[in-house]
Every structure is written in C-alpha cells, then in structure tokens.
C-alpha cells in the first residue's frame, strides 16, 4: 500500500472512531465489552467441517448487557428458548468465527478474500489482508495513528499486529455457511448487528433495552415483535433490507442511504426520526409521534396509521 494511500485511510480513522459502536461511517454508543468473560475460539483443525448440521462452540453468560455479531454472507437465526440459563452459539462452520464476551464475529469464510481493505464494524476497526483480520488498536481520544500495511503485514507504532484468532486459518468448510444463537427466553439486554455481503438474518421477538442493527450490501434482517425498547436504531446502507414485525420503543432511528427497504409493519414510538438518501423506501405502520422526515433522491417515506 503507497504511503498516499495509508495517509487517505488516516485521515478518515479518527472520525469513525470518535464513538462506542463503529459500522462505516456511522457512529453508535454501546457499553463496554471487558465486564464480560472472554470464551475461545475453537481449533479450526478439529471443528472446521463441511457438514450442514451446526456444532455447538461457546456460551454467553446471560448477564451479558448486550449481544453484539459482526457477520458477512451467513444465513443467521436469533431464537428464543425457553428455560434457557445462556446463549448458546453453534454453527456448521464453528472455525470460521470468534467469540470474545458478548461479541460473535465472523472471521474466516469460505472463500479467501484477496486484497487490502479498513474497515469499521460493531467491534471497532479492522484491516483486511488477504482474508486474514486484524483489529486496530486505538489511542485515547479514540484514534488510530502511524499505521502501516507493508508486505502483507500490518503495523501500528512499529509494532507488528497479529490478526484475530481464526482469521489467519480459514478451513475446507463450505458454504452455506449457517449461524444460530439460542437466547434465553427471559433475556432481556440488547442486541447490536452489523451485517456486510448478502447475510440472510432472522431474528425472533425482542423485549428491552436498545436494539441497533446496521445493514449493509445485500443483506437482510427480518424481527418479530420487539418492546419495551429505549431506542430502535435501523441504518440501511446499500440494497439492504429490514421489516419488523411489530414495534414498541421509545425512540426509532432509521436510515437509508442507496436503494434498500425498511417495513415497519406496526406499533408506536414517542420520538422518531426517518431518513432516505437515494431510491430507498421506508414504509412505517403504527403511530409514530415527534416524526422528523428527510429524504433526498427519489426516495419515499410513508407513514400510515
């Protein structure tokens, strides 16, 4: 990578780093990750398999405040079980992804990605170099400085960065590749979802706290009903598309910017706040008060009651 480059990607560092939770170039608060345990990420030798039945591969403790998942093209499912203690997570390609407290991230994937890319997800900045991921560590104003990326490897402050377990050996299993997260049905902290690729993502009924979904590509997200929420966030990038079932929160955010869709099929919010930049649609049923539109393009937001 030419130095001119490297000090492209600098300079826009800092900006999305300025917040908690980071997706492109869209910044959200979300509490800490170190309160909770760390669960390891499985031997890709002995779990990597191409078999489409799911394999059981860490647990979450359900005092987890929050559930946080970074995924690329997966087919993913959130279930409520009840009498369930904690979350259970599996899949059919365990040594594909990283589980580290509350946060479940994809790491390798069925095809290698060639090349170099930065990029910023729900568990901060990362550089991709050909299919291996490095998280970027930050200063304290939430920077990132002096990085350099040079014959496939990847330097910060002169000192040599290793990428994420499970990311530097990527195994035979083949797709499609399948996620499922089993959640006690009493669970009631919040969920934090960054999808990038055509991820197909379903997630089941969702009662408290905040709920803050970012999709992007082609990706798409369908809930069942959600309440009792502080705040629902929905920022759309790309082609994207989501549809919630039914809606109860305090606060609703939703986002397009390009051609994606958002259906709202009904409920209610004290304060909302809808934007579309691009052909994008959002299309919210229920009684949404405080309503602030936008849209710029050939876009459309409709709101019936």
């Known amino acids: 990578m030419s130095n001119a480059v490297t000090r492209s990607l600098l300079r826009h ?3 999305l780093l300025s917040g908690g939770l980071i997706v492109c170039a869209s910044v959200y608060p979300i509490s800490a990750f170190s309160s909770n345990p760390q669960v390891g990420t499985p031997q890709a030798d002995s779990l990597n398999s191409s078999s489409s039945s799911t394999v059981s591969f860490a ?45 479940i991230r994809q790491v390798a994937f069925s095809s290698t990605a060639k090349g170099v890319s930065i990029r910023a997800d729900a568990t901060g900045a990362q550089a991709m170099v050909n299919g291996k991921i ?8 939430g920077a990132v400085r002096s990085l350099k990326i040079e014959s496939g490897q990847v330097v910060i402050n002169g000192r040599k960065l290793d990428p994420i377990p499970g990311s530097d050996v990527p195994g035979p299993c083949t797709g499609p590749e399948v996620l ?11 969920l934090v979802l960054s999808s990038h690729g055509a991820a197909d993502i379903q997630v089941d009924s969702w009662e408290g706290s905040k709920i803050v979904l970012l999709i992007h590509g082609t990706s798409s997200v369908e809930m069942g009903k ?11 990038e790309g082609q994207g598309k989501a549809r919630v079932k039914g809606v109860s929160t305090k606060a609703l ?8 869709t958002l259906q709202v099929d009904g409920g209610s919010a004290d304060m909302s706040n809808a934007t ?9 049923k229920g009684k949404f ?7 710029n393009g050939g876009g459309d937001i409709q709101v019936i009651e």
């Open 276 to 284: 579309v930049s691009g052909s994008g649609t959002i299309t919210l």
């Open 226 to 236: 959600v309440s009792g929420l502080s705040k629902l966030v929905i920022d759309i």
């Open 289 to 295: 008060k405080n309503l602030k539109k936008s849209v």
């Open 253 to 260: 955010v939703a986002n397009i910017n390009g051609a994606g």
């Open 134 to 141: 490095y998280q970027l560590p930050r200063d304290s104003d």
């Open 180 to 190: 499922e997260v089993q959640i006690p049905e009493s669970y009631k902290g919040g």
């Open 59 to 103: 647990k979450i403790p359900a005092s987890a405040e929050e559930i946080v998942l970074s995924v690329e093209t997966v087919k993913v499912s959130l279930k409520r079980v009840p009498g369930a203690k904690e979350m259970n997570v599996a899949s059919n390609c365990p040594g594909h992804w990283n589980v580290s407290g509350n946060v």
């Open 13 to 15: 560092i800092p900006s």
